[in-house]
């Protein structure tokens, strides 16, 4: 069946450190979302992507979907230690309507 | 945003008794739900698609005779779990769309905050 992985799984970086966590699905994706949950709270949507080779930005955060659709990654830049917790990415693969989540990346920031 | 409410929160219950899930969106009418379940710093696994008015769709390997879902109306879903067992404890997450049902969504999807259940 289709997979979605995530590496890295986890990632400490000092405060101001930049990090990135990339998603790499196994089958070619309609579009990408991504989500943030904080230790003990639910995911939080964060942005979709659509279009091959489409970049956002929100802020410190720049999420890029690749020219095949099947990886996407996101940046953040300089970190805070309110981005604290795990970053999921979720594929829609075209012609379904459920979106497979990533394995997951949790970002610990040191203060 | 929109919200979507679930309830309880946290649920303790004795092996082979039956809990009760409930999921609502609270501002938008969702004809789609859907449930995970999400071990301890795991991701979250789809265990079933809700449709308003309709059978619900489970993932491969999920018991559908151990987790009832109905979505009696476009703004409540429920997951029961039945004659529950140790191994059925974990964090259970709905999540909500106003998508058309069974249609691809490029729609956002909006979680509950989640219901802990622990069998003992």
């Known amino acids: 069946g289709q997979q979605v992985m995530q590496i890295p799984q986890y990632q400490h970086v000092q405060e101001g450190e930049d990090f990135t966590t990339y998603c790499n699905s196994s089958t070619t994706l309609s579009n990408i979302q991504w989500y943030k949950q904080r230790p003990g709270g639910h995911p939080v949507f964060l942005i979709q992507?659509?279009?091959?080779?489409e970049v956002k930005k929100q802020k410190r955060l720049t999420f890029q979907f690749g020219e095949a659709k099947k990886n996407s990654s996101l940046h953040i830049t300089a970190t805070q230690t309110t981005d604290v917790g795990t970053y999921f990415c979720a594929g829609l693969t075209s012609g379904t309507y459920k979106y497979i989540f990533g394995t997951g990346t949790r970002l610990k920031v040191l203060a | 945003g929109a919200v979507v409410s679930q309830h309880p929160s946290r649920v303790i219950c004795k092996s082979g008794t039956s809990v009760k899930i409930e999921c609502r969106s609270l501002?938008?009418?969702?004809?789609?739900m859907f449930w995970y379940r999400q071990f301890p710093k795991q991701s979250l696994m789809l265990m079933a698609t809700s449709n308003e008015g309709s059978k619900a769709t489970y993932e491969q390997g999920v018991e559908k005779d151990k987790f009832l879902i109905n979505h009696a109306s476009l703004t409540l879903s429920t997951l029961t779990v039945t004659s529950a067992h140790p191994e059925d404890s974990s964090f259970y997450i709905c999540?909500?769309?106003?998508?058309?049902?069974?249609?691809?969504?490029?729609?956002?999807?909006?979680f509950g905050p989640g219901t802990r259940l622990t069998v003992t």
């Open positions: 999540s909500a769309h106003p998508g058309l049902a069974g249609a691809p969504s490029s729609y956002e999807q909006y």
């Open positions: 992507l659509v279009k091959s080779g």
């Open positions: 501002d938008f009418q969702a004809t789609t």
